[in-house]
């Protein structure tokens, strides 16, 4: 299976300010997704990425909250932007590898 | 739409001892899959397990094994000789074939396993 790193681990911002965070995979892979996980909550799909195409957004998720780059086959990154305390979670990248997900280990961002 | 519902918010068993976590899904698609994943408290998730819908044969994994009732919509797993290592937040979730691959989750089953 992939091995994904995500950077930062953890952060904590303040309210209105942007963090981008990186998703980078050991291997070149067509499609990569951008999960968020609420305090307790269960995982919510933001977008997919793939590469050379614009992301693809769910459903009360949009572009300019969520702003999402995928430059190569290997690389993304999903920025929040204009951060408020309900930002506060675990957002996590996750590859398709034939028709299975791994995921990689999550950025916990606090929002205050 | 796809739905998963996990019906045990928590569960508890002691160390050797097997469980049961379960897991009801709603779809109309025929060609799906269905997955079991955990995330312990390094919050890193991991997969436990996949299902094929088209495969009647029960998955296992080592003591990890699921019973799938298509018919029913239901995907249970069976955890054997539970571990301590096995304490986590458990996920069923659902994916379409051909649909983006986009991975729908169930609430979680908070499992903890007792010395």
């Known amino acids: 299976s992939a091995v994904i790193s995500q950077k930062p681990s953890r952060d904590i911002c303040q309210r209105g300010t942007s963090l981008t965070i990186q998703c980078q995979v050991d291997s070149q892979v067509t499609m990569m997704f951008w999960y968020r996980q609420q305090p307790g909550q269960s995982l919510t799909l933001i977008a997919t990425a793939n590469q050379g195409s614009e992301a693809t957004y769910e459903s009360g998720f949009v572009i300019d909250k969520f702003p999402i780059s995928r430059p190569n086959l290997t690389f993304s990154t999903l920025t929040v932007s204009n951060m408020s305390p309900e930002d506060s979670s675990i957002y996590l990248c996750s590859v398709q590898q034939g028709y299975e997900q791994y995921f990689g280990p999550g950025t916990r961002l606090t929002v205050t | 739409a796809q739905t998963v519902t996990q019906s045990q918010p928590e569960m508890s068993v002691q160390e050797a001892e097997t469980v049961t976590l379960s897991c009801t899904y709603d779809t109309s698609e025929s060609n799906y899959y269905l997955f079991w994943y955990k995330q312990p408290p390094s919050r890193q998730m991991i997969l436990v397990i996949r299902?094929?819908?088209?495969?009647?044969q029960n998955a296992t994994e080592n003591r990890f094994s699921v019973n799938f009732q298509k018919a029913a919509k239901s995907f249970s797993l069976k955890i054997s000789d539970s571990q301590l290592g096995d304490t986590a937040m458990y996920f069923c979730?659902?994916?379409?074939?051909?649909?983006?691959?986009?991975?729908?989750f169930g609430g979680g089953t908070r499992l903890m396993v007792k010395p």
């Open positions: 979730a659902f994916m379409v074939d051909n649909a983006g691959n986009m991975l729908t």
């Open positions: 299902q094929e819908a088209y495969k009647q």
